[in-house]
DNA sequence: TCTGGGGTCCTAGGACCC
DNA sequence: TCTGGGGTCCTAGGACCC
């Protein structure tokens, strides 16, 4: 999709067709979508939103509404699957489609590009962008050049000659590190990896990823699109993170935070019925240095005070004396189905404790909203 | 009022086991 | 003529993606 969050909520606003408009806000936040006409003002994604309005002073700035955006997502997802049962979701607003058992059915990879594109904007009101190759890694780059409103198709024998143009930045993988380190030992185009020894790549950027590159860069990609979607492998870790409405260097603040936080992925973790067995408590500071600390239980867990304690055992094991503190975030990782643990049985331990607590507040919750039942630490923390 | 929040994967060192 | 090799697990940090 282009623009797709900008775009989703622009599209019963008619008047705000030929506006620069900007998804994102917050506090203290970031650009999560931009349209095309903030874009000529240099408004991108992940810009803080400071200098968004500083570059674009007159955008309109509304708040994304992810239920709208996950619903619109799901029918564009099912419009592809019209076409070819291999969609391989991505993301929200981006999906890989392996077209080949279709063509015989609906005529040339073009054709269907532009079947899709016709349909999503009449039952969506947006547009899209289609790239086509004949692998993955190139299709990526070639709809990036499509955007917006457009497809790009890059036949086999003009890989190549489409790739290596390109920045190294382009590929995936390499993002603004990375990018930067590559430039500064003089290779700046996808060609230029290509034409950089393999050895030469691996001592500048690890042999993993100088094996792709050099790959990606002559147009080698074995990935083929399975059909997946969103959501369908089990998550390996949990987390949340918050940034504070200010930089804080009150103990209390940061431990009632971390408790908010707690219960947040361990509710999570309930709900998928997973158990986990590593704590890592994040946090990170004004000068926007950030650290972590972890500590893996002898078994795993899903009860909020065991994530609870672990976090704030980390966060005291830091020693920190009035830094002050922009974010924690608290993340559970090593996530296994909970049926596979058998929580041992502690000597001394209350027949009923916290993992029942747990349960009545996940029932209350269920039937009366989040806001029905919090510990008394975190009343007054909104609104509700 | 510079810089969100949700993730995954890789690297590297050290402990520990056989 | 000091101390191998292979493996796993844990921790911390960092890069990247959307």
Request: proline fraction near 4%; glycine fraction near 8%; charge should be positive.
């Amino acid at each position: 999709m282009d623009a797709f969050y900008a775009s989703v909520a622009v599209r019963d606003r008619p008047d705000l067709q030929d506006v620069p408009v900007v998804v994102g806000g917050g506090h203290r936040g970031v650009v999560l979508s931009a349209n095309y006409r903030a874009r000529t003002y240099g408004v991108r994604s992940a810009m803080p939103m400071t200098r968004a309005r500083r570059l674009c002073p007159n955008a309109v700035v509304l708040s994304p509404s992810f239920e709208t955006f996950d619903v619109v997502s799901r029918s564009v997802m099912e419009t592809f699957r019209q076409v070819t049962p291999l969609v391989e979701v991505v993301s929200l607003d981006e999906a890989f489609l392996d077209v080949s058992g279709s063509v015989r059915r609906l005529g040339s990879p073009y054709a269907i590009a532009s079947l899709l594109r016709a349909r999503i904007y009449d039952e969506q009101g947006i547009t899209c962008s289609v790239g086509m190759a004949a692998t993955v890694a190139v299709a990526k780059l070639a709809s990036r050049r499509a955007k917006p409103d457009g497809i790009v198709v890059v036949p086999p024998a003009a890989v190549t000659t489409f790739l290596h143009p390109l920045d190294v930045g382009e590929l995936w993988g390499v993002g603004e590190k990375t990018s930067d380190l590559l430039h500064r030992l003089g290779l700046r185009t996808v060609g230029d990896i290509a034409h950089t020894p393999l050895t030469t790549l691996q001592r500048a950027v690890g042999v993993h990823l100088a094996t792709s590159l050099h790959q990606l860069a002559w147009g080698e990609d074995r990935r083929v699109v399975t059909a997946r979607r969103g959501g369908d492998e089990p998550d390996k870790s949990m987390g949340a993170d918050e940034t504070f409405g200010r930089d804080t260097d009150d103990r209390e603040v940061v431990l009632r935070e971390l408790l908010r936080l707690s219960a947040k992925v361990a509710t999570r973790m309930r709900a998928a019925q997973v158990a986990g067995r590593t704590v890592t408590v994040k946090v990170r500071f004004a000068d926007f240095t950030t650290l972590t600390r972890s500590k893996t239980l002898g078994e795993a867990t899903d009860v909020t005070r065991e994530i609870y304690r672990t976090a704030t055992d980390l966060f005291t094991g830091l020693g920190l004396q009035r830094a002050r503190i922009r974010l924690v975030g608290v993340r559970v990782e090593g996530l296994v189905p909970r049926s596979t643990v058998q929580r041992q049985l502690v000597l001394g331990e209350r027949e009923r404790g916290w993992p029942e607590a747990d349960g009545a507040v996940d029932r209350a919750t269920r039937r009366f909203g989040a806001a029905a039942l919090r510990p008394a630490t975190l009343l007054g923390s909104d609104r509700a």
